[in-house]
């Protein structure tokens, strides 16, 4: 893969798709390249529709936003058709917007894998919209993986606390199933397959020669011995000893009860930066800052088991990151916002972190 500029500026060329065009997608990507410190730390060419992004540059730009204009973007340009133009209305996702936005992916993906960018950061898409538009994917995490020829990928989040610097990286061992599909979907061979995947990323991409990694109960309490549910028991626990015997380079902690898991993250990611301020206006300080209760990463069994705690703690910061690719591939952890876009409100802070993090992890692959 080539590096737009010398080997010691390391500058990565990331794609950067536009996600669903009626989404806040246009809006975060002409707010987010409008802060000189992204443009300064790799080039990015923009995937999607200039006519679109010239649109929402000109209804939005009237309010003060602080936008980059679309003429001081390097964008390869998606022309569609009037009449699919004509069906594209900020808010209101369908059909037209889904086909529009899977095109931007498959683009992306074709130039990345002939090796024009080393890296793709997407704009979020509706599922439903892909649904619309006769795309029958769980995501476009599995669209990247299915282009790419990979069989074995993974769904990890990624988040560095504002207030003590710590990172919380999470795995979804199961991703966009229904909620009655997870204990079927879940088998020790899965187990193994995301587990092994995570402890080559933290090694290679996170250069954590050693990570120490907690893996989530499924039932509550991890099923109380069986009494609150059997697959703990069955083989979950079993396979768990067979893992920490085999990964000794690393240190595998669980079954964590799924609903304490995430207090030591949280002490963790707010520390005692924050005072609690009860009624009565009396102020008791967090607990300190006590890392040796954290893992580098956690490993949860399905999608809003991991995906509530990062939300609730890391909304504006989390970034999605695809591992098990031959590139890079990061998004923001939020949706299309289709509630408020065209307003001007949506936050670009997740984009932004998705960017630095696809430039950090690039960087690190190329050492
Ligand atoms: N990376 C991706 O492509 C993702 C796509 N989705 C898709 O997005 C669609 C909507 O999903 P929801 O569950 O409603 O989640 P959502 O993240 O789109 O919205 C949840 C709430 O957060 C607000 N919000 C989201 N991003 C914001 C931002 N940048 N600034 C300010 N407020 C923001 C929204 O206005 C809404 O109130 C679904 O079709 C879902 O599948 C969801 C997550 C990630
Ligand atoms: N909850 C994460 C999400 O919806 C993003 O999925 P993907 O489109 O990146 O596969």
């Not at 187990?191 to 050693?210: G, H, W």
Request: glycine share 8%; with cysteine.
């Amino acid at each position: 893969m080539q590096f737009s500029d010398s080997p010691q500026r390391q500058r990565p060329h990331l794609a950067l798709t536009m996600g669903d065009p009626a989404s806040i997608g246009p809006e975060i990507i002409l707010k987010a390249l409008a802060d000189p410190t992204i443009s300064e730390t790799c080039d990015l060419t923009v995937i999607g529709t200039r006519s679109l992004l010239e649109k929402t540059y000109q209804e939005l730009h009237l309010q003060g936003q602080p936008l980059v204009h679309p003429d001081n973007l390097s964008i390869i340009d998606i022309p569609l058709d009037p009449n699919t133009i004509e069906q594209i209305m900020p808010g209101s996702g369908n059909g037209a917007s889904g086909k529009a936005s899977f095109l931007y992916l498959e683009t992306a993906i074709a130039h990345t894998l002939e090796g024009k960018f080393q890296g793709i950061v997407t704009a979020p898409i509706a599922k439903s919209c892909w649904k619309a538009a006769g795309y029958s994917y769980p995501g476009q995490t599995e669209v990247l993986a299915q282009k790419a020829k990979i069989e074995r990928f993974g769904m990890l989040f990624v988040g560095r606390s504002p207030y003590t610097g710590w990172t919380l990286r999470t795995l979804l061992a199961t991703t966009h199933i229904p909620l009655n599909h997870v204990s079927q979907t879940l088998t020790p061979q899965l187990m193994s397959l995301k587990l092994d995947l995570l402890i080559n990323c933290l090694q290679q991409d996170f250069a954590i020669e050693n990570p120490k990694i907690v893996i989530s109960g499924l039932n509550p309490h991890s099923g109380e011995n069986g009494q609150l549910g059997t697959e703990e028991k069955d083989w979950l626990f079993p396979w768990l000893e067979k893992a920490q015997q085999q990964y000794s380079h690393a240190e595998i902690v669980g079954l964590v009860p799924p609903d304490t898991l995430w207090v030591n993250p949280a002490k963790a990611w707010y520390g005692d930066t924050l005072k609690i301020t009860q009624t009565g206006d009396t102020a008791r300080d967090r607990p300190t800052l006590t890392l040796n209760n954290v893992g580098d990463a956690y490993l949860a069994l399905y999608h809003d088991q991991g995906l509530i705690p990062v939300k609730l703690m890391a909304f504006d910061q989390a970034i999605n990151t695809t591992i098990g690719l031959p590139f890079i591939r990061t998004s923001p952890d939020h949706g299309t916002a289709f509630d408020i876009a065209g307003k001007g409100i949506a936050r670009e802070t997740s984009l932004k972190a998705a960017i630095e993090l696809a430039v950090e992890l690039t960087k690190q692959r190329l050492r």
